[in-house]
């Protein structure tokens, strides 16, 4: 059985401890300056699209496409490398790391993200995440429905959640009840998405910005070790 933990901090990935934004408005940028701007729309249409199939951002599934509707020009090929090489370490969110290792005095940090099961794990490994929570890392496709998962992977007495969407925050709130503090940074386009907000409960603590979580004392949230001993 795994170790049971008196708390655990799980954090999201995208737009929470790495700019994702960034990345794609970049992507969208090279896409308009290489192929046009209609290419760069159009590519944002096929992304849309595979998200609303697979239920999370299918880079992958979308440059595939892209490439089938552009086989006849050879700098398609290279669409695919800028991608995979892309530099995910400078886009990591400033302070975002050192946020972990102040909480990690409370708990263990552990990466709970969504996404498909190649190239979110090579972005993770790209930005030094991977790494820096010690090879932790849980990827789902929808993970507020894979939390008995996440018990039993990491089983703790208080979970203390971090992430950009509030509709995550409140599902996992809702299943977990009290055993669970969420933290919203208000990062990204849909933190700061008044239709993606509206009708939602608050979070437990909202941040500006992850970085902020270093402003936080949750010694009063989370349990001594001793309290779960047998």
């Not at 944002?44 to 699209?49: I, K, N, P, S, V």
């Not at 089938?68 to 975002?96: C, G």
């Not at 552990?110 to 498909?116: A, C, E, H, K």
Request: net charge negative.
């Amino acid at each position: 059985m795994a170790e049971t933990h008196s708390s655990v901090f799980l954090f999201d990935v995208d737009d929470t401890l790495l700019d994702n934004d960034r990345m794609k408005s970049d992507l969208g940028d090279y896409v308009a300056a290489t192929f046009g701007d209609g290419a760069q729309h159009e590519l944002w249409a096929l992304y849309e699209e595979q998200r609303d199939k697979h239920g999370y951002a299918d880079f992958l599934g979308t440059l595939e496409r892209f490439r089938l509707a552009h086989l006849a020009d050879v700098r398609v090929v290279q669409l695919a490398n800028w991608v995979i090489n892309y530099p995910f370490s400078e886009r990591i969110f400033p302070d975002a790391l050192a946020a972990v290792r102040h909480v990690s005095q409370w708990g263990l940090p552990v990466i709970l993200t969504d996404g498909d099961g190649v190239y979110q794990p090579h972005k993770l490994e790209r930005a030094g995440l991977t790494d820096a929570f010690g090879g932790r890392v849980l990827n789902f496709v929808h993970k507020e429905t894979e939390l008995d998962a996440v018990k039993r992977a990491f089983p703790a007495a208080h979970y203390v959640l971090v992430d950009d969407k509030l509709s995550v925050l409140d599902a996992v709130k809702r299943a977990w009840g009290d055993t669970v503090t969420t933290v919203f940074p208000r990062q990204g386009h849909y933190a700061n998405d008044p239709e993606k907000l509206k009708d939602l409960p608050p979070a437990d603590i909202e941040i500006a910005r992850i970085a902020d979580l270093m402003m936080h004392d949750f010694g009063a949230i989370c349990p001594p070790k001793e309290e779960i001993d047998p």
